[in-house]
C-alpha cells in the first residue's frame, strides 16, 4: 500500500512504474482525490477552531454584559455544533474513498526487474545441475503414483471433490520426509526460526500481505462452521468469518503487524511447513491431472523482516536457502527473474525456481522468492526503531520449498524403469530404512 505524501512526491516515479506494470497512470487521480480530502480537513479542523474561540468569547461577552454580541456567538456555536458532524463525516468518506483506492494497486517494481507483458518476458537468472538421460520414456508423477497404487484422485474426489488427492503408504511418507528435511535445513543451517502457525486468519491478517481484497475470491472462507470459496456467502457473513490460509506468508509476515521492532532484533527469519488452501478460481481447466495445482497442499515457507537497507541483500540469501534444498536433493532447476506483468501484486522483485520434471519435459515452479519493500509493512503498521526515527520494515516471503511439488520433482528423477522411485540419499535418514517405493 502507498503512502499519499509519498506519492505527492515522487509522482513520476510512481506513474512510470504503475505504466511498467501495464497500467495507466493514477497520480493525478489519487492527488484530486486527496485535495479533497484534505479541503475536508482544513474545513473541518477550521470549524473546530472557530467554535473553540467563539466559546471562548461568549464568556468574555458575558462578563462584558455585550448581551447582543454573547446572543449572537452562542447562535455561532450552536450552528457549528450542527455542522461539525457533516465535516467530519465528509472528510472520513473522502480518506475511506483514497484509501479503497490505494489498496488496489499493486507494487512497484524494482528498475532492474525486466519488462514485459507475461512470463514469456521472464529472464534466466542461472540454471544448477543438468537434466538425467533415461534408458526409458519417463513417465509424469500421475502415472507412476497410480500404478504404485499409493497416490489416489478417485479416492480424493469422493472425499472432497476435484483438485485433491490421498497419498498412501511410501509416497505419503516421503512427502513428509520432504517437509522435514526442508525445515531442518532452514531452522539448522540457515538460521530461520520455525514456527507454527494458525491455519485460519482474519479479514485484517489478510488485508496486511494483500490477499485482500483484490484476491478474496482466490480464498477458502470459513463463516460459521461453513467453509466457502468464491462464493457470496462468505461476502455476506465478512464479520464472523476466518480465512484458510493460502501460504504460511499470511501468518508469518503479520507476526509484527501493529508493532514497532528494534533494529537490532533484525532481520526476522521465520519458516514454517504448513497445509495451504487455495481456491485455485482463475485455474479452470489447467493442470486437471495430477497433483501440479491443488486445492491443498503442503509448502515449506519462508519469511524475512529486515530494515530497508539490507531488503535486496537478503533477497539473495532468500533466494540461496530455497536453492540449496533443491541441491540436497540433486534435482536440476534454473532461476527465473519475473518481468513486471507476470510477478505478484506485493512484489518489487521475483525469483522464480523452476525444476525439470523429465516425465512432463518441462520446467515448473517449485519456489517463488519476493522482496515486497515496505508494501506490506504499510498495511499491517509493522515498524522498527531505527537511529534516526521509526520506518516501516521491509517485507520478504519464499517458498522453502513447495513439498508437493518437490514430491512430483523426486518421484520423476529417481523413477525407475518398471515404475518404482528410488529414495534421494537427503531423505534416506527420515525413511526408516526404505531405500525404494515399489508397489507392494
Known sequence: MYDIKWIREHADVFDRGLTRRGLQPL?????????????????????????NAASKEIGEAK??????RASGLMAEVAELKTSLPALEDEQKTLAAELDKELVQIPNTPLDEVP???????????????????????????????????QMDFELAAKLSGARFVVLQKGLARMERALGQLFLDMHTDEHGYTEVSPPLLVRDETMFGT????????????????????????????????????PTAEVPLTNLVRGSIV?????????????????????AAGRDTRGMIRQHQFTKVELVSITTREKSKEEHERMLACAEAVLKKLDLHYRVMTLSTGDMGF????????????????????????????????????ARYRAKDGVRH???????????????????????????????????????????KIERS
Open 27 to 51: 497520480s493525478q487521480t489519487l492527488l484530486a482525490l486527496d485535495e479533497k480530502r484534505r479541503a475536508a480537513i482544513t474545513r473541518f479542523e477550521q470549524a473546530q477552531a472557530r467554535r
Open 63 to 68: 462578563k462584558a454584559k455585550d448581551d447582543a
Open 115 to 149: 519488462d514485459g507483458a507475461d512470463e514469456h518476458a521472464n529472464v534466466e537468472h542461472h540454471a544448477w545441475g543438468a537434466k538425467r538421460d533415461y534408458a526409458f520414456a519417463p513417465k509424469q508423477h500421475f502415472e507412476l503414483g497410480e500404478a504404485l497404487g
Open 210 to 245: 494483500a490477499q485482500l481484497p483484490k484476491f478474496e475470491d482466490d480464498q477458502f472462507w470459513a463463516v460459521s462452521g461453513e467453509v466457502f470459496a468464491n462464493n457470496a456467502a462468505a461476502s455476506d457473513m465478512k464479520s464472523g468469518r476466518l480465512g484458510l490460509i
Open 262 to 282: 528494534d533494529e537490532n532484533e533484525l532481520p526476522l527469519r521465520l519458516t514454517a511447513c504448513t497445509p495451504c488452501f487455495r481456491a485455485e478460481a482463475g
Open 346 to 381: 506485493a512484489s518489487q522483485k521475483t525469483y522464480d525456481i523452476e525444476v525439470w520434471l523429465p516425465g512432463q519435459n518441462m520446467y515448473r515452479e517449485i519456489s517463488s522468492c519476493s522482496v515486497c519493500g515496505d508494501f506490506q509493512a504499510r498495511r499491517m503498521n
Open 393 to 435: 520494515v521491509h517485507t520478504l516471503n519464499g517458498s522453502g520449498v513447495a513439498v508437493g511439488r518437490a514430491l512430483i520433482a523426486v518421484m520423476e528423477t529417481y523413477q525407475q524403469e518398471g515404475g518404482a522411485i528410488a529414495v534421494p540419499d537427503a531423505l534416506l535418514p527420515y525413511m526408516g530404512g526404505v531405500t
